[in-house]
């Protein structure tokens, strides 16, 4: 990432990339402690749960890490380095449950080490976050099966 990291975080899906059946390509970061015993979650600011940090894919950036470890910066405050790829994550919600602000996505997320967890972030007046451990985390993001995915998928002790 760029040596100094932006404090505004980017807003709108006018440069959001999209896959091959519409749906919004969308990456993310499963932030695990150095001990691998907890889980760094945000606040949603739309539903005001826990859940990872995540956002979607944009024109400008050349790879999916690039935009997950974006999304870490804007969302947790964290900077962060990529540990391994977890994969592609389908999103299973219902036809019924998606709509033009909230559209079909593929999850694309990552384990990443936290090399420094900032005090001020861009979102930091919108969203809290928390350590967690497995348990604890599975069970706040027990309403959302893909994010609950990508924490199975990590290396996170249990």
Known sequence: MAQSLPMAARTGRDNQRYGEQGERLVAGVVALSSDKMKVLLIQSTRRGGWVLPKGGWETDEG?????????????????????????????????????????????????????????????????????????????????RPELTEALNRSSIKR
């Open 63 to 143: 790879t999916q890490q690039e935009a997950a470890m974006r999304e870490a910066w804007e969302e947790a405050g964290i900077i962060c380095s990529i540990q391994c790829d977890l994969g592609k994550i389908p999103d299973v919600r219902p036809a019924s449950q998606l709509s033009d602000s909230a559209p079909k996505a593929i999850y694309q997320f990552y384990e990443v080490s936290v090399d420094k967890e900032e005090s001020q972030w861009p979102e930091m007046h919108k969203r809290g976050r928390r350590w967690m451990g497995f348990q604890e985390a599975k069970q706040a993001l027990a309403a």
